[in-house]
């Protein structure tokens, strides 16, 4: 029988959102980091929380805006993107996302959201000029961040039955569908499936030791596993209006899945 090619070495950033060092979102991030290097790829952290990041945009972090203008959030993203002179703090992380060949958003479900901090993170990092814009390629395609691979690695306190289809939560997939489709796609990057702990207040230990060994198998598959099949702005699904075409989808399909193509 024929061995296995050996993955190539890759390099990830880790973005980790949770205030508590102890917590399990944070021994998340540690066992995904640990068990990345240990297969031999460069990994990098941000961790949110540790970092003291400012979670609010506003006119500091367009250095040389002056404090009569009204701040145009768009227009001022871009040009100081486009010049070099965002704040370092938002500089130092778009390169580490432009340095990456995956970026991995690990998080606990508030609100039926992330928390405020990664929020933050995403409107401030994904400038105009950097993530969307008329500057970059267009949005939904192969477009500015191509070739990345995302991965979302969630705790939800919920059991797993209410954050399905006919769960009274509303399906997981829906919940990270602006994180999924409106932050990795939109931008160009390849999301694969979310990874989900449930129930995760009440976590034992034999629980923990299963996801970090589903956990696992998901970050050996990064690379890999097929990312969900978001439609394409340019490919032919969409009319000028920027609607899904009509008869595209399969029959009985609805809401947002209108907008992922049928999986083989």
Known sequence: MTEATPQQPKKILVVSAHPEARSLNAA?????????????????????????????????????????ERLRVMADSERATLAGLLSPDIAAEQEKVLWSDAVILQFPLWWFSAPAILKGWIDRVFTAGFGYGPAVPPPYSEGVLAGRRALVSVTAGARETSLLD??????????????????????????????????????????????????????????????VPFRSLVGGDYGHDMRLLPDVEAPGTSGLGLHVRPRD
């Open 166 to 227: 006919r769960g009274i939560h509303g399906r997981l997939a829906d919940l990270l569908y602006p994180v999924q489709h409106g932050l990795f796609w939109f931008t160009g990057m390849a999301p694969l499936d979310p990874f989900a702990v449930y129930d995760a207040n009440a976590l034992s230990e034999e629980r923990f030791v299963a996801a970090k060994h589903a956990y696992g198998r998901r970050l050996d598959g990064l690379f890999t596993d097929e990312p």
């Open 28 to 68: 998340l991030s540690t066992f995904a980091v640990d068990h990345l290097r240990e297969a031999g790829h460069e990994v990098r952290e941000s961790d949110l929380y540790a970092m003291k990041w400012k979670a609010a945009l506003d006119a500091d972090d367009f250095p040389g805006q002056a404090p009569e």
